[in-house]
C-alpha cells in the first residue's frame, strides 16, 4: 500500500517539475516585458491589464475543475516576482534634462531605497551624509531634486542647514510627518516643493501597488514629473493635505505602534510564556502576536520619534485609553447589555467593510496557515 | 511598440494556461492520495513529507533561476486545496465498534463541522438540539460519544442536564473555556470525559495543522482513539490543563478580543474616514484594521462570552490597562528615555521570536499587499 502511495507521490513530482519549469519561462517573459516597458515609460503595475487576465484564466479554471481562489492566489504571488524583476531591468527616466539628485541621508534605508530607483531611472544622484556636511555646498550646486531622508527628528534642523538651493530645484523630504517639515522646507526655500510619505519598509521587493502619500508644498508643475517617474515604479500615489496627513497618521502609526508597545510590555511584565502561548493559538493569534513581535525587533527610536512627533499623538492615545477604561467599567459592573449594544454600534459604524475585513482576513489567515512549519517549531 | 507588449503578453497568457491544466492535473493526483490515505488511516498532514518534498522543490528552482521563496509558497498555496479535496474522499474510522455518536448542539456550525468530519470518517452521527430535548434520552441511549457543542453560557448547564450516559461512553465539549466545563463533565458522567477546545473557526476548509487543545479529564485509553481521529483528519493536537488553558486563553482570547472591540469604538468615537485610512495606509495597518473589522461582522454575543466566560479575564483586561496607562503618562511627562529603555527590555523578552515574527510578518504583508485590488476600491 506504501507504494501505491509513492507511485502517486514521484508522479506529483513530476507536475512539480514542470510547474517549476513554466515559471522558469514565465520569468523569462516577463523580464522581456520589463524592457519594452522601461523604453516606452510604462508603469511596472498594470491594475486592468492584471485585472483582466485573473477573470480570463479564473474562468479557464473553473472549466478544468479547478478552484478559481487558488490560480487567483497563485498568479498574484508569481506576479509580486514579476515585479521586482521587472524592476531590476530599469526605468524610463521621466525628466532627462534634471541634472542632479541629491539625497541627504541617502546611505540610511529608505533613502538608498530611493538612491537604487533613481540610478535604475538613469538619473546622477550623489549622497550627501552628516561627515561630508562641509561638502553640503558644492555638493548641492547644481541639484535639480534634493531629497531630505534623515530620522524625524533630524529633519526640520536638516533642511534649516541647508545652503540656498538653485532657485528651480525641486525639495522633497520623505518624513513620516508632514506639516513641520513641510513649513519648514517652504520657508528655506523658494523654488518647488513637495512632501512624501512613503507607506512601506525599505525591504520591499518592488513598489508596486506600494502607497506613496504626498503632500503639495510648491509649484505642482515643477514636481509633476516625479510623481510621474513615481507611478512607473508601480506606486500608488496619494494626495492629501499635511494637516489630514498628520491627523491620520496618529490613528495610523502612533496610536497603533504605541498600543503593540504597552501590548508586549504587558506580555513581559505578566511573564507570559511565547513557546506555549503560540503552541496554542489560533493561526489569528499567531498573526496578531507576530504584528506585536515584530515591533521588538526593530529601533525604539524610530517608534519613539513616531509617537512624540507631534502633541496630538499622545492626546489621541490619551482618549483610547480613557474609552478603553470606560467600556471595561462597564464590563466589570456586569453590564453585558451595553457591550453587545455598543458592539452593534461599531458593526454599523464599519458597514460594509465589516464583511469586506472579514473575507480578506480569512484569505490571509488561510495563507498564515499555510506557512505553518513542523509542530512545535517557533 | 506596443504590439511588441501584445505578443509577450499572449505568451504569458500561453504559459498561465499551461499553469492552469498542471493544477488540474495535480488535484486529480491528490485525490487518489486522498484515497490511499483514507484506506491506509493516514494523517492528511504529513509534515516531514512535506517539509522534504519542498527543500527538492527549491533546489531544483534555483537552479533553473527561480526564486525559491516563490516555489514555496505557490507548492503551500497548492497544498491547502489538496488537502481540502482530500478530505472530501473520507477518512478511516478509527473506532468501528464505537457505536452512535450524539453531537449536543450540532446544527451549530462548530459542531455541524464535527458533525460532517465524523460522518466522513465512517461514524453514524445524530443531532440533539434544544426543541429535541423531550427525546434526549432515547437518542443518548446507547450512544459511544456524546459532544457537547452549545454556546459557553450554556454549556454547564447543559452538561448538568444530560440523562444518564451509557457507562463507557466518552463525554466531550467543544468550549473555548476548559475548567468548568471539564468540572461538569466529571461530575454529570462517570465514564471517559475529555475537554477539547479547537482553535478554527468553522469555515476552515480542512483541518490541516490546524490546532486543536485537549485537557484530559478521565480514562486517556478511552478517549485516544478520538485523538487519532482528529490527528487523521489533519490537526495538531496540544495537550494542556485545563487551568493552563484558562489562563492562557485570557491572554489569547479575552484580552485581544476586547483590545480589538475598543479600539473599534474609539474609531467610531473618533468618526474616523475609514475610506481614507484605507487610501493612506501601509499594508501592516490595512491588515491590523481588518483585524479589527473583521470582529465586528461577527455575533457580539459569541464576544461577552468569552470575554465574560472567567472574572480573571477582566482582572488581566485591567492590568493591562493599567500598564499602558503608566507607560503613557511616562510618555506625556516627556520621559523619552524610559520608553527607549522599557522598549529593550521587552525585546529581550522576545528573544529570538521577534526575528522570526517580522520575517515570518514580512512574508504576510507582502501577501497581503499581492492582494491588494484596483485603486481605490476598497
Redesign the interface.
Known sequence: ??D??AV??D???D?????????????K??A??GE??N??G?SIYA???E?A?LV??RA??EA????AD??E?????????SYASEKDVGFKCMNPTLGKVVVVGGAGKLGGLFVHLLKLSGYHVSVLEKNQWAEAEPILSEAGLVIVAVPIEQTVAVIQQLPELPANCLLVDLTSIKEEPLQAMLAAHKGPVLGLHP??GP???SL????I?YSEGRDKDAFDWLLAQMHIWGA?L?A?SAE??DQ??S???AL?H??S??????????Q???T??L???????R????????????D??L??DI??SAPTN?H??????S???E??TQ??QGN?DA??Q??????E??G???????K?????L??????????NS?
Open positions: 500500500m506504501v501505491e502511495l502517486l507521490r508522479q506529483i513530482d507536475v512539480d517539475q514542470q510547474l517549476v519549469e513554466l515559471f522558469a519561462r514565465r520569468l517573459l516577463v522581456a516585458v519594452v516597458k523604453r516606452q510604462v491594475p486592468e491589464r485585472a487576465m480570463k484564466r479557464e479554471a478544468l475543475g479547478v478552484p487558488l490560480i492566489d497563485v498568479l498574484r504571488r508569481v506576479m509580486r516576482e507607506m512601506f525591504d520591499v521587493s508596486a501597488k506600494q502607497v502619500i500608488r496619494q492629501v489630514e496627513h491620520a497618521m490613528l495610523v502609526q497603533r504605541f498600543t508597545f504597552a501590548y508586549g510590555a504587558h506580555l513581559c511584565a505578566e507570559a510564556d511565547l506555549q502561548l503552541n496554542l493559538s489560533s493561526p489569528i493569534y498573526l496578531e502576536l507576530a504584528m506585536v513581535g515584530r515591533l521588538f525587533a526593530q525604539p527610536n517608534y519613539a509617537i512624540l499622545l489621541m492615545i490619551r482618549r483610547y485609553h474609552r478603553f477604561g467600556l471595561l464590563l466589570e453585558r457591550f453587545v455598543q458592539f452593534s454600534a461599531v458593526s459604524f464599519f460594509d467593510y465589516a464583511d469586506i475585513f472579514l480578506e482576513s480569512r484569505n490571509l488561510a495563507q498564515a496557515n499555510d506557512s505553518r512549519h513542523l509542530p517557533p
